[in-house]
T-cell receptor, first 114, second 115 residues
């Protein structure tokens, strides 16, 4: 089955700096890669996703890059703000199968210091 | 309006008890899921139902039994609760269709503590 590794487990940055979180996956059949943000006491919320036919996707201060050959994808947050502080999860899914199962990384606790 | 809702938000109970967690989605989605998040924040799929039919069962102890009375509801019943069942349980849903089902929307979670 799919295995998703996520690094780092914790990341502390100063407000205004950039933050990068990296994930690798094992199953070459995976073709959908979402990122979720989980604030304290809440459920994970989708913030951006990318499919295997795209190498990069941006949404304001957030971008995701995908390297299918190397089987890794990354989340980039620019101009970080204190409200970006949360746990971020990457995930991978094989949407070509009958079951659209998401396999999650173990999460990155991002702290943005004012 | 809450898209995916769960009740209760908190559940404290004794070992050996039986409890249920309810989930409802008002998004019109066809597929619903249960995830378990342990103390280290690791999120793992437990079950998935599509139009009331079980499609994913991830080697969960048979003390856990999901029930889907209709496609807007997926409840989780847990028998003979154990200390290791303490965790946060999340319900999620997604829409059928090419390029849609992978995008899952999560509920706020149910924090279960077994004493």
């Amino acid at each position: 089955g799919e295995n998703v590794e996520q690094h780092p487990s914790t990341l502390s940055v100063q407000e205004g700096d950039s933050a990068v979180i990296k994930c690798t996956y094992s199953d070459s059949a995976s073709n959908y890669f979402p990122w979720y943000k989980q604030e304290l006491g809440k459920g994970p919320q989708l913030i951006i996703d990318i499919r295997s036919n795209v190498g990069e996707k941006k949404d304001q201060r957030i971008a995701v890059t995908l390297n299918k050959t190397a089987k890794h994808f990354s989340l980039h947050i620019t101009e970080t703000q204190p409200e970006d502080s949360a746990v971020y999860f990457c995930a991978a899914s094989d949407s070509g199968g009958s079951n659209y199962k998401l396999t999650f990384g173990k999460g990155t606790l991002l702290t943005v210091n004012p | 309006d809450t898209a995916v809702s769960q009740t209760p938000k908190y559940l404290v109970t004794q070992m050996g008890n039986d409890k249920s967690i309810k989930c409802e989605q008002n998004l019109g989605h066809d597929t619903m899921y249960w995830y378990k998040q342990d103390s280290k924040k690791f999120l793992k799929i437990m079950f998935s139902y599509n139009n009331k039919e079980l499609i994913i069962n991830e080697t969960v102890p048979n003390r856990f039994s999901p029930k889907s009375p209709d496609k807007a509801h997926l409840n989780l019943h847990i028998n003979s609760l154990e200390l290791g069942d303490s965790a946060v349980y999340f319900c999620a849903s997604s829409q059928d269709g090419d390029g849609l089902r992978e995008t899952q929307y999560f509920g706020p979670g149910t924090r279960l503590l077994v004493l």
